[in-house]
């Protein structure tokens, strides 16, 4: 069925206000149920073997002494999780992913798990597990994964988007280009010129709950998965198809979720406990460590990549450049082509292009983080545009304001632009008292901007009512960041209810129809959506019911401030409906009241943010402490305002740690160094500063409420903005993120920019 | 006709050009005829391909229609996280 998702302009009552969110207290006093909190009779305790190797031929793999050992009920290896037929490319490596086969791509590869009656036989069995590796060369770093001499980790793998084809394998998958104009003309006019090459380290999402799940296949071949994830419908679909089950007899229900940030957007273990329980014909939970989150489930791409831009003297950019080389860990992937979509889209540019390549190396399977690869392109572009800025002379966010993109304007990726954000929030932050107020020794400010896309995608939602007249409302997205709450206010609107009569509830597989991912910032923007026309198609029913009770044509009948009224002098007499008096006449009028919809929530509107960071550094030590920090943001129509700012302060906090010490650290083994967050640097409250919030509401078009998506712009500006904020403290530019103290020192005592040529000025 | 234009992967699977014109009143007519001219646009399909029109970006639903004079732009499709 076709909905208008058009924006009207309504007037609300009670989007905008900040009620209390439905999973708060549980959340609070420990009674949330999280992935690992689930239990069935008689479970048994999944373990992983991994590769201590960075990549290796598996000879053989001998599982009888661990299959022997007493309380092991099942061994699985690659032999048990067989290619189904017919099963796509990208969903095979994802399964190839969760169990090598054949070869252990990366230090951490899951080579086979067994599943036993305790953690300690478990454990045990995995030591019993004798597998016989033949170590491959390696290479982790992403510019020597490309080049002629690196060793070619898939021989399958030829690069696409080049012209002639090769004609030998490579690491690098593809090359994308993206852009408008001629470049060399554009830079021709340019009076000042600004090249620089950067790099950055690959962060994780660092999300404080491990991958946890309770996988149950039944002897009939039926199952059930209890896990922690941003999407069970498409984890029932991913897990179905590779085990080779029908979809609809693998039930997944998602616990609550303790971060995921894109992290849980893809299955890492879940297939393997799945696996297991089929083999021991138990239940079984399989919980990773942090040691093993870090090193197989997905971190970003570690990048490098070389950014020109030119201006003329007034101000105006005239051409840009950008050569970004982003990894995708031991599978193809698409983030080096995200960061071309990305990286320009906050500035009309007559003449750009960027090109991309992903490089496949011996890392773990890159996964999505918030706004994926936007924050290492914008920290290459907002880097250099603040030396642009400089050296013309011209303060940075006027530069910015000056080439800032505009609605009717057409983007470096290709369509033009709706109503857009960016032009506001520069506004915003240049008249901002942070940007006025005094600094202190050592101490600078920076500011930088950011873009992601946001999407929409299929979802669907129930609503019922019962027959006292509260509100159940059924969505497919996982709740993350507090849209139970966001979504619990839309059917209130709609329905002219208090909030209080609403409860939402998050719908297993076997409840609803299929869902997207909570991901790209879709969450309330799409479940809104569903929730909007199903509170509407609800309020059919009732004023058919109504129509029932009064006798009268339901023509005659509106829904106004959450009543029946009946229209017309004819029935002047009759006192308006609640529905609270339609639903206790419900079991007489037709039985349960409900509505309904399924829609394909399209029409996400782009989202733009600016940030200001001041920062301090410690001159001898290199340590940098965030002492002020503001995000600025277009959330397009804020549902609830309290879960928006702890979107925006959430995806700063990220942002601040990925640019000062977050990195995973290989040794020349290949081994990661730093599996652990004793070693692997997250920012925690007493790092951080109270992060201010600004938001500013421009209507998406494509949304009846005009919401945008808010969850992933706010981590994009960060890394630019305190590099920014660090050269204005301290006189040094840095190219390398993270700009951690030693990192900083180092620039510090060579004096600078000793080994960077100056501004080319024509 | 519309005059669809196309950049990144999508672009090269309609064999490299800036712009192909093409008789087509919704998303689904678009993308059919589009696969039914080009082999390699018919695998990009698989891998997802996103439509702009007007600027407003179409993930999945294929039944939008497109006004004759409207500026269509292919895109690979966005992932999020």
Known sequence: MKHDNSYTGQDFKVIGTRVRRPDGIDKVTGRARYGADASLPGQLVGRILRSPHAHARIKAIDISKAEALPGVKAVVTADDLPLPEGLPGDVAQMLENSMARGRALYDGHAVAAVAAIDAKTARKALQLIEVDYEPLPHV???????????????????????????????????????GLGDIEAGFAKADVVIERSYKTEATHQGYIEPHACLANIRPDGSGE???????????????????????????????????????????WAEPV?????????????????????????????????????????????????AEMRYGDGAFPGIWGMLSCMTCFACYEIANCKAIGYDVVQNRPKVAAYRAPSAPMAAFGVESAMDELAAAIGMDPVEFRLKNASREGGQSHYGPVWGPIGIRAT??????????????????????????WFNIGGQTCSDLNVGVDGTVTLTVGTVDVGGSRASLGLIAAEELGIPYEQVQVNIADTGSLGHNDMTEGSRGTFSSGMAAIFAARNTIEVLRERAAKMWDIPVEDVTWEAGQA?????????LKPLSLKDIAAKSPKTGGPIAGHNEVVADGAGVSFASHICDIEVDPETGATKVIRYTVVQDAGKAIHPDYVEGQFQGGAAQGIGWALNEEYIYGDDGRLQ??????????????????????????????????????????????????NALSNAVGVRMHHVPMSPPRILKALREDGQADRGPAKVA | ML????????KNALDGAESVEVTASTIRELLNRLADRYPAFARELDAGIAVAINGEIYRDDRDVPIPADAEVFLLPRIPGG
């Not at chain 1, 080049?147 to 998958?173: C, F, M, R």
């Not at chain 1, 919980?287 to 003329?312: H, N, Q, W, Y």
């Not at chain 1, 520069?426 to 873009?451: I, S, T, W, Y």
């Open chain 1, 565 to 573: 009224v009946a229209k017309g002098s004819a029935h002047g007499n």
């Open chain 1, 426 to 451: 520069l506004e915003a932050v240049r008249d901002h008292p942070h940007m006025k107020a005094p600094l202190g020794p050592n101490q600078g400010r920076g500011m930088a901007c950011g873009f």
């Open chain 1, 273 to 321: 406990a799945l696996a297991l329980s089929r083999k021991a014909n138990r239940p079984v939970k399989l919980v990773m460590t942090r040691d093993e989150v870090f090193r197989a489930s997905g971190p970003t791409s570690s990048t490098s990549m070389d950014i020109k831009l030119g201006a003329t003297r007034d101000g105006t950019l005239v051409a840009a450049r």
């Open chain 2, 3 to 10: 005059t669809v234009r196309a950049n990144g992967s999508v």
């Open chain 1, 225 to 267: 998965l209890w896990v922690t994830t941003q999407g069970p419908f498409v984890y029932r679909n991913v897990c179905a198809q590779m085990l080779g089950m029908d979809i609809a007899k693998l039930k997944v229900t998602s616990s609550e979720i303790g971060g995921g940030f894109g992290g849980k957007t893809h299955v």
């Open chain 1, 140 to 178: 982790t770093d992403v510019d020597a994964a490309m080049q002629p001499d690196a060793p070619v980790i898939h021989d399958w793998l030829y690069t696409s988007g080049v012209d002639p084809k090769p004609e030998k394998p490579s690491n690098i998958a593809q090359r994308t280009e993206f």
């Open chain 1, 674 to 723: 730093n599996a652990g967050f004793l070693d692997y640097r997250m920012p925690v409250c007493s790092d951080l500063p109270f992060i201010d919030t600004m938001i500013l509401e421009i209507p998406n078009p494509g949304h009846p409420y005009g919401v945008r998506g808010v969850g992933e712009t706010s981590i994009v500006p960060p890394l630019a903005a305190i590099g």
